[in-house]
């Protein structure tokens, strides 16, 4: 288990333990009551035939196989909806299901089924003994076989110890695909979310947002600059010329005033070209070419505003193994039977059938960002995997997040999905 979930494997001597205080009861009660039944058994000869009188055996072994099957009831209900038995809390362990929740009683039952084998074979022989009433050889009988049951109910608790995996499971947990946790030791995943626990899987370190000048601010700045710079060089209005004092002839050697050129305002010089003004025609420039028309200026070229058409974001779609397609526009959530954690309340959930079990409840968490997929495997059973658009397949490590892009089929358990633009 990743060491940031705070889970620790319960060790089989807690796991044996935990067994012992479970059943010594039931059983010390059930052995006690057979055995006034057997003493009770009264031998009679009718006839040459002996005649055994069975009647205290019935009653106290009915007894004692009544309350053992109640005990047996009750303490698989509790373990199935909590995980805790009064053994397993003594020890301070829980069972649960390979997502970390409460095992449930089809688990349970399962889990007790394969521990308690040997035991049943030696009930089924009790009740053979005593339908054929072989009383002289139930000791021999029923000796061996409640020894050897004995035996084979500890190997299975204690068959953790030879687990590869991180001593997980024993052969029972194998074949019920339960796991056993010390809760003493480590966090309690029942109570706190399961085996992925309270932690959120959105992604942490996404790149940092680059901030970027608006295209329409721009051209709003530069149509002011140029509105600026147009009016503070435009030439300034000509003086009203001063009355004649009198009408008197030109001087010698003056032509008429009709005759005299027009007169040539200094302007001022024209500014170094900038971003704005570079663009900006300049005011009064037709001041130095009187003789020119507004309409011969065919050649001018005319300076629009800088417009961009809206940008289409891409939406990003994943089509699944059997044929389905969903747009991905909030958190997602895929797994057999998905659930999000407290606060995770817009996610879409997206069940998956699996009749094989090779994914869990809740086994990816997807989240649309930077042009892909963040995919995160929650702590599964079997994992997930991805294969890049250039057949590069990668496992997925547990709990941390993972981009992937368009293109890309992502791998869980035995169910895979394909992501791609809408």
Do not use: C
């Not at 024993?170 to 995943?189: C, E, I, S």
């Amino acid at each position: 288990m990743p060491g940031k979930l705070e889970l620790v494997p319960a060790a089989a001597g807690k796991r044996l333990g935990a067994a012992v205080l479970d059943w010594l009861p039931p059983v010390t009660i059930l052995t006690v009551l057979l055995a006034v039944g057997f003493f009770g058994i009264t031998r009679t000869q009718s006839g040459g035939f002996i005649v055994y009188g069975t009647s205290s055996l019935v009653l106290f072994g009915g007894i004692g196989a009544g309350l053992t099957l109640i005990y047996t009831v009750v303490l698989a209900m509790l373990e199935g909806r909590s995980g805790a038995t009064p053994g397993n809390r003594l020890m301070g362990i829980r069972s649960t299901d390979a997502d970390g929740y409460a095992p449930g009683g089809g688990a349970v039952f399962l889990r007790g089924l394969i521990t308690g084998a040997g035991m049943l074979l030696a009930v089924i022989a009790a009740a053979a003994v005593m339908a054929f009433q072989w009383f002289g050889v139930a000791v021999l009988v029923l000796g061996p076989l409640l020894f050897l049951g004995a035996a084979w109910a500890v190997l299975v608790v204690l068959s953790s110890t030879w687990d590869r995996n991180g001593r997980l499971r024993g052969w029972h947990d194998t074949a019920a695909k339960t796991l056993v946790f010390d809760v003493k030791a480590g966090r309690n995943p029942i109570s706190t979310g399961g085996i992925q626990g309270p932690y959120s899987f959105a992604p942490m370190d996404l790149p940092p947002v680059q901030q970027v000048a608006s295209p329409l601010a721009g051209a709003a700045a530069a149509a002011s600059a140029t509105a600026a710079t147009a009016a503070a060089y435009a030439p300034a209005a000509p003086a009203a010329p001063a009355a004649p004092a009198a009408a008197s002839a030109p001087a010698a050697g003056e032509r008429p005033a009709a005759q005299r050129p027009p007169a040539v305002t200094a302007q001022p010089a024209p500014p170094a070209p900038g971003p704005a003004a570079s663009f900006a025609p300049q005011a009064g420039t037709e001041s130095f070419h009187p003789d020119t028309h507004p309409d011969d200026d065919h050649d001018r070229t005319q300076v629009r505003g800088n417009t961009q058409a809206p940008v289409t974001v891409a939406m990003l779609r994943i089509r699944l193994d059997d044929g389905r397609e969903i747009e991905l526009d909030r958190t997602v959530l895929i797994g057999r039977n998905p659930a999000g954690h407290p606060g995770e309340d817009s996610v879409q959930l997206i069940p998956m059938a699996d009749p094989g079990r090779s994914i869990s409840k809740t086994h990816l968490h997807l989240l649309a960002g930077n042009g892909g997929v963040w995919v995160t495997d929650r702590n599964s059973t079997n994992g997930s995997a991805v294969t890049t658009p250039d057949g590069i397949r990668t496992a997925l490590a547990a709990g941390e997040p993972t981009h992937v892009r368009p293109g890309t089929t992502v791998h869980f358990g035995d169910r895979s999905f394909y992501l791609g633009q809408a």
